[in-house]
């Protein structure tokens, strides 16, 4: 069965930095991303590694995506992080190489999600 569980959220401040892990089980995932809701908004993308890696351009610069294949993780390392920052981050996967990798329906997987908040 297909799992992917994230960790690594929790209070920050302006400025600060935090790393989310998401580790991947039940099958292979060519396709992983990052997506952020914030109370009261719509689930947004963060950052994408399939085909391309690829970034909103609110967090370009500031956020990286990695993954290591042999610990099946996903990580998002988020550094000057903004009050704006602050949402229930989800980690998300695919098995395909996903072009279109900004749009939530490119992925057939998802954690549970991890609060992230960052203080003023």
């Not at 989310?20 to 109370?39: D, E, I, K, N």
């Not at 947004?44 to 294949?69: C, H």
């Not at 949402?87 to 190489?97: I, S, T």
Request: glycine content about 10%; some cysteine.
């Amino acid at each position: 069965q297909e799992q992917l569980v994230e960790s690594g959220g929790g209070l920050v401040q302006a400025g600060g930095s935090l790393k989310l892990s998401c580790v991947t089980s039940g099958r292979a995932f060519r396709t992983v991303g990052w997506f952020r809701q914030a109370p009261g908004k719509d689930r947004e993308f963060v950052a994408a590694l399939s085909v391309n890696e690829d970034y909103a351009d609110s967090v370009k610069g500031r956020f990286l995506i990695s993954r290591d294949n042999g610990k099946n993780t996903i990580y998002l390392q988020m550094n000057t992080l903004k009050p704006e920052d602050t949402a229930v981050y989800y980690c998300a996967a695919d098995p395909q190489f996903r072009r279109a990798t900004t749009y939530s329906h490119s992925y057939a997987y998802w954690g549970q999600g991890a609060q992230v908040t960052v203080t003023s």
